[in-house]
């Protein structure tokens, strides 16, 4: 499990224009990674465009946004254009990532169950240590309960 205080598993994955992107070039930043289960989804387009919406107060915290899913970069490209976010999405094809992050987990729903990624985001310090995890909300409110943690630090 991971624990606040710890080094944040660090990553190089690709966004959504192929571009690898490595967590280590944010140091000096606060970083929210939120991970979510696909682009395009009802419950991810809400907490996306919500996150989209909250950009120039998270600019004004020094935090960069990274939202993290197994959909490829194609994919992530269409969901950045169609809600025009205004932050990065990063390609988790095989799931490496978010199971480094233990948010690769089974799933049930309607009486199945899938392996898959369990909402949950993680706040990263200007130094790469975890310094938040936020794993119970609703996706309508994920972006003030952020900013209500970022006020209080």
Not at 48 to 72: F, H, M, Q, W, Y
Not at 80 to 104: G, M, P, R
Request: aromatic fraction near 8%.
């Amino acid at each position: 499990m991971l624990a606040i205080g710890q080094p944040a598993p660090k990553f190089t994955l690709l966004d959504q224009n192929s571009t690898a992107i490595e967590l280590d070039s944010f140091k000096g930043r606060k970083v929210l990674i939120y991970f979510y289960p696909r682009a395009s989804t009802p419950g991810c387009t809400v907490q996306a465009c919500a996150l989209r919406d909250s950009k120039s107060e998270l600019d004004d915290l020094n935090v960069v946004v990274l939202g993290i899913s197994p959909d490829t970069p194609k994919k992530l490209t269409n969901f950045i254009n169609k809600q025009t976010l205004n932050f990065t999405l990063l390609s988790d094809e095989d799931h490496a990532v978010c199971e480094a992050y233990n948010v690769w987990q089974l799933k049930k729903f309607m009486g199945r169950e899938s392996m898959g990624v369990v909402r949950t985001s993680f706040l990263i310090d200007e130094n790469g240590n975890l310094e938040h995890i936020f794993n119970k909300f609703k996706t309508k409110d994920h972006h003030e309960v952020v900013l209500d943690v970022l006020k209080k630090l």
